[in-house]
T-cell receptor, first 113, second 109 residues
Framework: DGGITQSPKYLFRKEGQNVTLSCEQNLNHDAMYWYRQDPGQGLRLIYYSQIVNDFQKGDIAEGYSVSREKKESFPLTVTSAQKNPTAFYLC????????????FGQGTRLTVV | EDQVTQSPEALRLQEGESSSLNCSYTVSGLRGLFWYRQDPGKGPEFLFTLYSAGEEKEKERLKATLTKKESFLHITAPKPEDSATYLCAAPRNTGKLIFGQGTTLQVKP
């Protein structure tokens, strides 16, 4: 089945640590996105990528980094520079060049302990 | 600045009590609008794409409409299983996908 997979579902991070969230899709989509969602709030864009080896900052990129070495994969690293990383992280993908919807993974809940 | 705003933030309805959710946008050159449903702890699930002003889409008890300035999601005779957060999103020609903050709907039996 085609889809988008995020792992892990739950992640705990100690203060000062970097952690990497995985996002893989087998939909052959060009564009991939990372969003952050805080309780009771909407989705805020962290980074997005429309092609391999290229990505752009979203509205809240500080303290995060990404890579896009393969079309299928778009990992997000939450660095120690992100002062308030506890949140629900969502990855999405969609086709570019047309008005098509984005498909979402099931999310990763990151908690700082 | 491109912006998508949803109202109300929260809505409580009795089962069978119809209502509407609003999504207004200040996005130049809007190329369409998406509606999503999100259950707690899960990723958003796609509902509708609206391509141009005047368009309407329906799915079960939900109907989405689009004008030049806003979109509505009408819920007719809702049931408890319609309880969720409803999100709208506007795609930009830069590749960005901008979401509103969502409306959390609770339908009580």
């Amino acid at each position: 089945d085609g889809g988008i997979t995020q792992s892990p579902k739950y992640l705990f991070r100690k203060e000062g640590q970097n952690v990497t969230l995985s996002c893989e899709q087998n939909l052959n989509h060009d564009a991939m996105y990372w969003y952050r969602q805080d309780p009771g709030q909407g989705l805020r864009l962290i980074y997005y990528s429309q092609i391999v080896n290229d990505f752009q900052k979203g509205d809240i990129a500080e303290g995060y980094s990404v890579s896009r070495e393969k079309k299928e994969s778009f990992p997000l690293t939450v660095t120690s520079a992100q002062k308030n990383p506890t949140a629900f992280y969502l990855c999405a993908s969609r086709l570019t060049g047309s008005l098509t919807e984005a498909f979402f993974g099931q999310g990763t809940r990151l908690t700082v302990v | 600045e491109d912006q998508v705003t949803q109202s109300p933030e929260a809505l409580r309805l009795q089962e069978g009590e119809s209502s509407s959710l609003n999504c207004s946008y200040t996005v130049s050159g809007l190329r369409g609008l998406f509606w999503y449903r999100q259950d707690p702890g899960k990723g958003p699930e796609f509902l509708f794409t609206l391509y141009s002003a005047g368009e309407e889409k329906e799915k079960e008890r939900l109907k989405a409409t689009l004008t030049k300035k806003e979109s509505f999601l009408h819920i007719t005779a809702p049931k408890p299983e319609d309880s969720a957060t409803y999100l709208c999103a506007a795609p930009r020609n830069t590749g960005k996908l901008i979401f509103g903050q969502g409306t959390t709907l609770q339908v009580k039996p």
